[in-house]
């Protein structure tokens, strides 16, 4: 069956690597169409798709194996097949997810291109061959166990060119499955109704040369048709009759090197709930609530405007309120700033190994504050800026014993070149290094450069939005430091497009991080493009930037624009700021959308993963909303 989406409600429950103690798997319907997947060859990252957007992602196999699906217990929902044709081996797993091979035999010899299909019409599919060099098919009625030899085929036949590529269906819906060939050099398809030697029933043109095909039952009558991947534009081709003609529904997806798959994908059941009841924090005026965690240490600071005047901007203090058994119980709120005469703006919290470090601009001093927070101990370490300007947007990131600050300089206070300021404390924040700008150069923005760090032990991203000339738009740029911020390498343009990019995020887990940021046309946009960009080497390269929707921009202004980005340990998810829209990945490869947040969180500030199995989000506003905290359950 196809992977319905369930009202979207249930979207993150068929995630691929969903936290779920024990999925359970929903009753395939046998009228229900086939849907297409693509598989990675050189990961073996499995995408199962519903509809054209992506259901599920999880790794089975080696690099180099050969994909395939077939129904091999015989409940009428396909799962992964794979054939590795250096030895012959083949192994097969019996649910859509993650994990080592149910059944390993090995049948035929080393080259030989596997097929699967119920070619006896019982209702199981079994594993077969087809030898190229001979153009001849090997069929098999049973499945190999114990990783022994399957023996010699049933029966074999000869059909079609030596160079024609196999395929499988049931192409006149008899229920057994026959053979097919797809010539790519000239798109023509061949098939018959029955596994003899032959000419072909029925022969067609679907398709372009180079085209890779897949036959599946797209319209749920009980008779395959043909698709075709295209890796010129990485687009999936499905016609609903065998016939020549243009396809009948087309999607985007995936990369030139991936290769199709279809079959009946069952979906895993939604789980009873995505998120938990919404929890206010603080019942008052607050602002820029931001959210760290490492397991079962919740930190949340933010701007609080208690017993101040709310028309004044002046006297707001920086509160923090802790969660020592994953926010199940809170602490009550702590002033860590304690200035009521100075007001505190542009907050950020870390959480490493039970150690707490928030982080802010204090006006009227231009003064950074690092303030260290174990229990009820509080500690502060406070820089001058070495610029004389004053700090924009500081972020800090906690890994092990180190934390690593980095804010944005604004230079238009002094005329100055702006720079990125950065410091690292690598006694889990006892001490510092000296405050510094790392940076002069091409940051011609009135709001400084605005980055984001992200950090793996002594291996620190910086992202910041920076101008490569005086007049140009602002790029999104990256660096990296092996040796905890002592040295540090190239800038590389990520973005690079012309268009105005909003201040990025970034999120990682082990040697994969994550940047999103928003592009637009003019800072007055009412719909932004959420963009994102994947480094499997934690900032060593980068692959290229993705556009993966088109997001409310309304509302945010250009201090906001950023969107959250949270590592888990099962994936990676993107939430706008608007909230309408979450998006997951395993990888940060392809991306899924999934249901919003619950429905009453005002505005989207923060989240975070701590690589855990839950996201957690803080919203709120500077009004009588408060400060709100929700979980994910899923």
């Known amino acids: 069956m196809t992977l319905s989406l369930v009202a979207l409600s249930g979207l993150f429950g068929l995630f691929g690597l969903v936290g779920l103690a024990s999925p359970s798997v929903a009753e395939p319907s046998s009228d229900a169409p ?99 060099s001979e153009a001849r098919f090997y069929i098999v009625n049973t499945l190999g166990l114990e990783d022994g030899g399957l023996g010699a085929a049933d029966y074999s036949f000869i059909f079609g060119n030596v160079g024609d590529k196999p395929f499988i269906g049931d192409f006149n819906g008899d229920g057994r499955d026959t053979v097919g060939l797809h010539r790519e050099s000239t798109g023509h398809v061949y098939y018959r109704n029955t596994n003899t030697s032959g000419i072909a029933d029925s022969e067609f043109v679907f398709g372009n040369p180079g085209d890779r095909f897949v036959a599946g039952d797209w319209t749920g009558t009980g008779a395959d048709a043909p698709g075709v991947f295209r890796p010129s534009n990485t687009t999936m081709y499905l016609r609903y009759e065998n016939s020549q003609g243009n396809a009948d529904e087309s999607w985007n997806a995936g990369q030139s090197t991936w290769l199709p798959v279809a079959g009946k994908f069952a979906s895993l059941s939604p789980p009873n709930t995505a998120w938990s009841q919404p929890l206010v ?68 919290v870390a959480v490493a190994d039970g150690v707490t470090m928030a982080t802010w601009y204090e006006g009227g001093t231009n003064d950074v504050l690092l303030t260290r927070v174990v229990g009820s101990e509080v500690s ?21 014993d180190h934390f690593y600050y980095v804010s944005g300089d604004n230079a238009s206070a002094s005329g100055s070149i702006p720079y990125i300021l950065f410091a690292a404390s690598h006694d889990s924040g006892r001490t510092w290094t000296t405050l510094r700008g790392l940076s002069g150069g091409p940051f011609y923005e009135r709001w400084g450069s605005l980055p984001t760090v992200a950090a793996n032990g002594t291996n620190v991203i910086i992202l910041w939005r920076g101008r490569p000339e005086v007049f140009a738009n602002q790029d999104i740029y990256a660096t990296r430091s092996t040796d905890g911020g002592a040295t540090w390498g190239n800038k590389v343009d990520l973005s690079n497009t012309g268009g105005i990019e909003t201040p990025p995020e970034i999120a990682s887990r082990g040697s994969t991080a994550v940047a999103a940021w928003y592009r637009m046309n003019s800072h007055l946009d009412q719909e932004v493009v959420l963009v994102t960009a994947t480094s499997s080497d934690f900032g060593l390269s980068w692959g290229a930037p993705r556009d993966i929707a088109v997001v409310p921009g309304a509302g945010l202004d250009r201090s906001d624009r950023r969107p959250v980005v949270v590592a888990r340990s099962d994936r990676f998810e993107i939430i706008p700021q608007s909230g309408d829209l979450r998006f997951a990945s395993v990888d940060g490869a392809m991306w899924t959308v999934g249901p919003p947040p619950y429905g009453t969180l005002d505005r989207v500030r923060d989240g975070d993963g701590s690589a855990g199995p839950a996201t957690i989000l803080v919203g709120g506003t500077r009004n009588a909303d408060g400060l709100t905290i929700i979980e994910s359950l899923d």
């Open 34 to 132: 086939d849907s297409f997947g693509l598989v990675d060859p050189a990961s073996g990252m499995w995408h199962l798709f519903d509809g054209g957007v992506q259901v599920s992602a999880f790794y089975f196999g080696n690099p180099g194996d050969l994909p395939f699906t077939g129904d091999w217990n015989c409940d009428g929902v396909d799962t992964p097949g794979l054939y590795r044709q250096a030895d012959g081996f083949v192994y097969l797993r019996g649910s859509n997810t993650q994990g080592a091979a149910d059944i390993a035999f090995y049948f035929g010899d080393p080259g030989d291109v596997p097929i699967a299909g119920d070619f006896d019409a019982d209702g199981c599919d079994t594993v077969s061959i087809y030898r190229p």
């Open 281 to 348: 924090l603080r019942d008052n005026r607050t602002g820029e609530p931001r959210v760290d965690s490492d397991g079962s240490l919740i930190s949340v600071a933010w701007q609080d405007w208690d017993g101040y005047d709310e028309s004044e901007s002046i006297g707001a203090e920086v509160f923090l309120r802790q969660s020592v058994d994953g926010g199940s119980t809170w602490e009550p709120p702590l002033d860590i700033s304690a200035t009521p005469s100075i007001s505190e703006w542009q907050v950020d």
């Open 380 to 400: 502060k370490t406070r820089f001058e800026n070495p610029t004389g300007n004053y700090t924009l947007a500081p972020r800090i990131v906690g890994t092990g």
